[in-house]
């Protein structure tokens, strides 16, 4: 018999111990051998995570199988008409990002559980699941197929791979926005009332279909992992998961920052999971995909993320702008503005953003947020001399490039959009805020009747340029600030503070230094490596600076048009 598509079957016979197995049927089509490949990154996270490694038992009947590299397994296939590919996937880890399973419930991350066969990428898919036999939901945004009650059907592996499963006994409730069906899905226990999420959810996702004008998706699925600690979310085609800690629901501000996240990964449908730089897609799971575009797909999220709450009445235009604010401080006091773009720190995320080290904060800033920083300004820019704004660009990427020509957009195309609609060449403006280092100018403010207020009311407390935590009883340095006094004095990462001017420390250097004056030198005795050392620190005035946008003109038009 010749299968209409390839097979995935999915089951737990082993489920007590984290393993989930999974069985693959396909026709070789006469081939001689098919390699079987494991993606070695999740789209939407940019680091090797080397998913390869919690497969095991990779195995194909009686035929012979090579591994011949990390993520890579040969099957011999020999023109045999059918062949059956089974493997288990060891699942432990509780992750957006990844996948756990235990007897109480599975959350299967696409790429961590679903290797794909070379070759067959675009090759349509059944999706047979089955779960155990306690185990009442079985939730995926995906289409049913007519084989069986837990069969379902994709198009291609890309569709697959970005199709996360939740399966166990969980609470649901669904609603309707944009004419698309909606389904919420709790993972795990927490102190939500799942009336009040629906209807927050409901607002963001018509707020934001507004906007858009179209619903991609035929249904949709917001996963919410509900843990004891962590965060963060992941944004799918069809779909997302977001974490939330699990009693945090009943903390008006937490609960707040949590519908923040979740209008950040629903903008994904639109930005990213669509309209994405011409790198992202069709994806290349075997290794790194560069793009200097991620402040596009995630600085402009995080500006979209926020301001859908703007819009929907979840923040007064106070509180949106001490976000701002906040945003600002974190740029401006960031060391790093002064070496790294927000092009280098989009294309460099693989090994700077995914793999920080002690020296991050001095040499990189985050294109989240500069990113969302260099949106605000974008928008303002285009309003400022047209009657478009960014909304438009987004519209026009979505429709001129993803709808009708169905790809990813160049950063020419990009520039060329927002040039379109603000009347005006904005190629020296991307210039100067993407790709040189140069200060991001605030002045637009002015024309949208705000202030940027820049204090320093630390101007006058001593500083060490010193981060360091409590170990036990031990002093330990954290983190250092470039070209601080803590730099001239020698001081390094790790080494254990013990004494100032000949006093034991008992608690963070940071809190001793504030006892002192500018200028002042200190005796500082510390340990490195076991040996004692000692050397002299002249304090400075602290240069943090703290930024605050404020209104000076409630009825200036343009400010009305942006904020209302």
């Known amino acids: 018999m010749t299968l209409k598509a390839i097979n995935y079957s999915v089951s737990f016979p082993d489920v007590k111990s984290h393993y989930v197995s999974i069985a693959i049927t396909f026709n070789s089509d006469g081939r001689e051998y098919v390699d079987f490949k494991v993606p070695v990154w999740t789209p939407g996270s940019y680091k090797v995570r080397e998913f390869s490694s919690a497969f095991e038992n990779v195995s194909a009947e009686n035929l012979e199988i090579q591994r011949l590299n990390k993520n890579t397994w040969r099957i011999l296939t020999k023109g045999k008409s059918q062949v059956r590919l089974s493997y288990d996937v060891y699942c432990f880890t509780v992750s957006v990002r990844q996948s756990y399973a235990d007897e109480y419930?599975?959350?299967l991350h696409g790429v961590s559980v679903f290797g794909y066969l070379e070759g067959y990428e675009d090759e349509k898919?059944?999706?047979n699941i089955q779960p155990e036999e306690n185990w009442q939901n079985v939730e995926v945004s995906l289409p049913k197929s007519n084989s069986s009650a837990?069969?379902?059907?994709c198009k291609n592996y890309d569709l697959l791979a970005d199709s996360p499963i939740?399966?166990?006994?969980?609470?649901t409730i669904g609603y309707e926005s944009g004419r698309v069906p909606h389904k919420i899905v709790m993972i795990g226990e927490g102190n939500y009332d799942l009336n009040q999420i629906k209807k927050d959810f409901k607002k963001i996702s018509d707020t934001q279909v507004e906007m858009m004008g179209d619903h991609p998706s035929s249904q949709y699925v917001h996963f919410i992992y509900n843990v004891s600690q962590g965060g963060g979310g992941l944004e799918h085609a069809n779909s997302q998961t977001s974490m939330m800690p699990r009693w945090n629901y009943t903390n008006a501000n937490k609960y707040r920052s949590f519908l923040g996240l979740i209008a950040h990964e629903y903008f994904h449908l639109w930005n990213i999971k669509r309209i994405r730089p011409k790198e992202l897609g069709p994806f290349d799971y075997d290794k790194e995909v560069y793009s200097d575009m991620l402040w596009i797909a995630e600085g402009i999220t995080s500006y979209y993320d926020d301001i859908t709450l703007l819009r929907m009445g979840a923040y007064s235009k106070e509180e949106y702008l001490r976000i701002i604010s906040s945003q600002i401080n974190r740029l401006e006091n960031s060391p790093g503005k002064k070496v790294m773009s927000l092009a280098h720190s989009s294309l460099l995320a693989w090994v700077k953003a995914y793999l920080p080290n002690e020296e991050s904060s001095n040499k990189t800033i985050s294109y989240y947020n500069k990113g969302m920083l260099a949106a605000v300004l974008l928008d303002l820019e285009i309003?400022?001399?047209?009657?478009?704004?960014?909304d438009d660009v987004m519209r026009m990427l979505y429709n001129d490039i993803y709808i009708k020509e169905g790809r990813g957009f160049t950063i020419e195309e990009f520039v060329k959009i927002c040039s379109q609609l603000a009347d005006k060449d904005m190629t020296k403006?991307?210039?100067d805020v993407v790709y040189s280092l140069k200060p991001l100018n605030y002045e637009i403010f002015n024309d949208f009747g705000l202030d940027l207020l820049k204090k320093k009311d630390n101007i006058n407390q001593p500083w060490s340029g010193v981060t360091s935590k409590l170990k036990g009883e031990q002093i330990i340095?954290?983190?250092i600030v470039s070209n601080s006094p803590s730099v001239e004095s020698g001081l390094s990462v790790n080494d254990e503070i013990i004494a100032i001017n000949g006093w034991r420390l008992k608690s963070k250097l940071e809190d001793y230094v504030t006892k002192f004056n500018n200028g002042e030198r200190l005796s500082i005795s510390y340990s490195r490596d076991g040996k004692v050392h000692s050397t002299k620190m002249r304090l400075l005035s602290n240069p943090e600076v703290k930024c605050e946008l404020v209104i000076k003109d409630i009825t200036n038009k343009q400010l009305v048009n942006w904020l209302d």
């Open 125 to 127: 898919i059944e999706l």
């Open 166 to 171: 939740a399966l166990g006994n969980f609470d």
């Open 429 to 431: 403006f991307l210039d």
């Open 105 to 107: 419930y599975a959350f």
């Open 477 to 479: 340095v954290t983190n």
């Open 383 to 390: 309003r400022k001399s047209s009657d478009h704004s960014l």
């Open 150 to 153: 837990y069969s379902f059907i």
